[in-house]
C-alpha cells in the first residue's frame, strides 16, 4: 500500500487538476465562442469571458443544420445500434458459452479476431452489402440459373445506417466473460426444473447481467452517436444524415462567412446528448464495470 504524504497528495492533486484543465478549457472556449457575435470571436486572443449572443448563435445553429431532423435520425441509429449490439452479442456470447458444437471455440476465435477489422477495413464491402441486401440470394438465383431480378437497396434508410454495425467483437467477449462466472449450479438447476435454453436465458441470465448492459450500452451509445464515416459514405440524402453529419456543414469554409460562433454553438448541441446520458446513468455505469471485474 501506497503511503499518503503531502508531498505525494500534491503532486496527485496537481496532476488531476492538470487533467481537469486540460477537458475543461476547451469546452470553456467553445462555450465562449458561441456566445459571441462574429466580430467579437475574430478577435485575436479570443476573450475569455461569454458574451449575450449564446441563444441566438444556438437557434441559428439549430434551423440552419436541420437539427430537428438530424438529432432524431442520430437518436435512432445510436439507440438502434445499441439494442442490436447487446442482443446479438448475448446471443452469441450465450451459444458460445452454454452450448458444446462442432468449431465452437473456433468460431469464439474468428469473432474476436474481428476486432482487428473495425468498418474502415470492411467500408467498400459492406456498402456493396447494403445497396443490395438481396445479392446473396441473386446468386443463389444465378447458380439454380433461375430468371429472377432480386434487390433490396438500403441505401438512405434507417436499417442501412444500424444494421451493418449491430455485430460487436467487444461486447460478445465482455458477455462470454461474464457467462464464465455465472456458477454452473444455476443452469443445473434450470435443467432439472424442465427449464429450455431460452427460458433459462431470460429468467436467469438476463436478469444477472442487467448492470454489465447498462454500462456497455452507454459506451455503445456514444459509438452510434458519434458515426462519421459510415453516415457520411452512406446517406446521400441530407434529411438523412446525422447530428455530426450535420455540425460539419456548419464549419465555416474558405469561401464562406467565419461563423465560428454558430459552428461552437452547433458543437455544444451536438455534445449535449451523450453528456446527459453519461451524466444520468453514470452510477449504473460504475456499478457495471465493477461488477463485470468481479
Sequence with gaps: ????????????????????????????????????????????????????????????????????????????????????????????????????????????????????????????????????????????ADLAHLDV?????????????????????????????FFLTVPDELCEAARLDGASPMHFFFTVLLPLSRSNMVALAIILFLYGWNQYLWPLLFTTEPEMGTAVIGLTHLIPKSDTQPAWNVAMAAALLTMLPPVVVVVVLQRSFVKGLVDSSK
Design 149 to 177: 431480378h432480386l434487390e433490396w437497396n438500403m441505401v438512405n434508410t434507417y436499417p442501412g445506417l444500424i444494421l451493418p454495425l449491430v455485430a460487436s467483437a467487444s461486447a460478445t467477449f465482455l458477455f462470454r466473460q
Design 1 to 140: 500500500m501506497v503511503e499518503r504524504t503531502p508531498i505525494l497528495n500534491g503532486i496527485c492533486h496537481a496532476l488531476l487538476l492538470a487533467g481537469v484543465a486540460a477537458v475543461c478549457v476547451p469546452l470553456w472556449l467553445a462555450f465562449v465562442a458561441s456566445s459571441l457575435t462574429i466580430e467579437e470571436v475574430l478577435q485575436v486572443p479570443l476573450p475569455w469571458l461569454p458574451g449575450g449572443e449564446f441563444l441566438a448563435n444556438v437557434g441559428t445553429a439549430w434551423s440552419k443544420a436541420n437539427f430537428q431532423r438530424l438529432f432524431f435520425n442520430s437518436f435512432v441509429v445510436a439507440v438502434g445500434i445499441t439494442v442490436g449490439k447487446i442482443a446479438v452479442s448475448m446471443l452469441s456470447a450465450f451459444a458460445i458459452t452454454y452450448f458444446r458444437f462442432p468449431f465452437r471455440m473456433a468460431a469464439f476465435w474468428l469473432i474476436f479476431v474481428s476486432l482487428m477489422l473495425p468498418i474502415e477495413v470492411r467500408i467498400s464491402p459492406t456498402y456493396e452489402a447494403v445497396a443490395n441486401a438481396a445479392l446473396p440470394l441473386q446468386w443463389i
